[in-house]
T-cell receptor, first 111, second 115 residues
Framework: LAKTTQPISMDSYEGQEVNITCSHN???????ITWYQQFPSQGPRFIIQ???TKVTNEVASLFIPADRKSSTLSLPRVSLSDTAVYYC????????????FGGGTRVLVKP | EPEVTQTPSHQVTQMGQEVILRCVPI?????FYWYRQILGQKVEFLVS????????KSEIFDDQFSVERPDGSNFTLKIRSTKLEDSAMYFC?????????????FGNGTRLTVT
């Protein structure tokens, strides 16, 4: 399984854009990149998933360069409620494999 | 939107007792998982289950643990003889990876406290 590396924490302010970059140097051909959000005492919640280039949904964008060795989650105009831990995971979604969580990035949004 | 539901939300048990944590995965999902998270630590994979059998398990998932899908809707995790270090949040998840964009969907967990 590809190991991921992401910053331990980031601070931001309401209304700003937050970009979290994740490194996954040994990503395999069949691997997808998935980001989850976790609030205290809750289960991880799916945010976005991609394979290459750019993916956008109603909550975030995911940028993946051509070599796929990293990815960047972009949260536009964050609010206080976006304070959470964000996890980058890499795995083969087609095989139903386990996903291995790293330490995640703790994002603190300040007023 | 369909959800994974877990019961109970909080379980307190004495060391050595058996506990069963229950989960109702999303109805058309095919893969089921248990993860745990000790307070302040990472979310750790325990086991995945597909087609009525374990497909993968971690080193944490020893002989004290077992999983079962007793009927068409429930998915359970049993810990036979709980230890203090089993105290954690236990998350159930399900997925349907044969469909595009089908990530793991997690429940909100059962907080297990072993005293």
């Amino acid at each position: 399984l590809a190991k991921t590396t992401q910053p331990i924490s980031m601070d931001s302010y309401e209304g700003q854009e937050v970009n979290i970059t994740c490194s996954h140097n040994n990503i395999a051909t069949n691997d997808y990149i998935t980001w989850y959000q976790q609030f205290p005492s809750q289960g991880p919640r799916f945010i976005i998933q991609g394979y290459k280039t750019k993916v956008t949904n109603e909550v975030a964008s995911l940028f993946i360069p051509a070599d796929r060795k990293s990815s960047t989650l972009s949260l536009p105009r964050v609010s206080l409620s976006d304070t959470a831990v964000y996890y980058c995971l890499v795995g083969d979604k087609a095989a139903g494999n386990k996903l291995t969580f790293g330490g995640g990035t703790r994002v603190l949004v300040k007023p | 939107e369909p959800e994974v539901t877990q019961t109970p939300s909080h379980q307190v048990t004495q060391m050595g007792q058996e506990v069963i944590l229950r989960c109702v995965p999303i109805s058309n999902h095919l893969y089921f998982y248990w993860y745990r998270q000790i307070l302040g630590q990472k979310v750790e994979f325990l086991v995945s289950f597909y087609n009525n059998e374990i497909s993968e398990k971690s080193e944490i998932f020893d002989d004290q643990f077992s999983v079962e899908r007793p009927d068409g809707s429930n998915f359970t995790l049993k810990i036979r003889s709980t230890k203090l270090e089993d105290s954690a949040m236990y998350f159930c998840a399900s997925s349907r990876p044969d469909r595009d964009n089908s990530p793991l969907h997690f429940g909100n967990g059962t907080r297990l406290t072993v005293t």
